[in-house]
């Protein structure tokens, strides 16, 4: 079975766009060059890759330091 886009000559990618919580995006696809979310089907927040992401971690922090300093102020 062929992939539609491929037979239709349609710019795509099969790779899956991973968003994470600092606007960084990346492809599963290693060749994948162009990360619009256009051109792929599957997109995905870094917190639903298996394993987790450190973005999630970090971002976690920095809501509760801006908490901790709004208390305070």
């Known amino acids: 079975m062929e992939c539609v886009s491929c037979t239709r000559g349609l710019d795509h990618c ?6 994470h919580t600092t606007e960084f995006v990346e492809c599963t696809e290693l060749l994948c060059e162009n990360h619009d979310d256009t051109r792929h ?3 995905v927040d870094c ?6 992401c ?3 971690s970090v971002l976690d922090v920095e809501i509760e330091e801006r ?3 709004d208390n305070v102020a």
């Not at 099969?14 to 968003?19: E, P, Y």
């Not at 917190?47 to 987790?52: I, L, T």
């Open 14 to 19: 099969h790779g899956t766009l991973i968003v």
């Open 41 to 43: 089907l599957a997109i």
């Open 47 to 52: 917190s639903a890759v298996d394993g987790g």
């Open 54 to 56: 450190d973005c999630v």
């Open 67 to 69: 908490h901790q300093h």
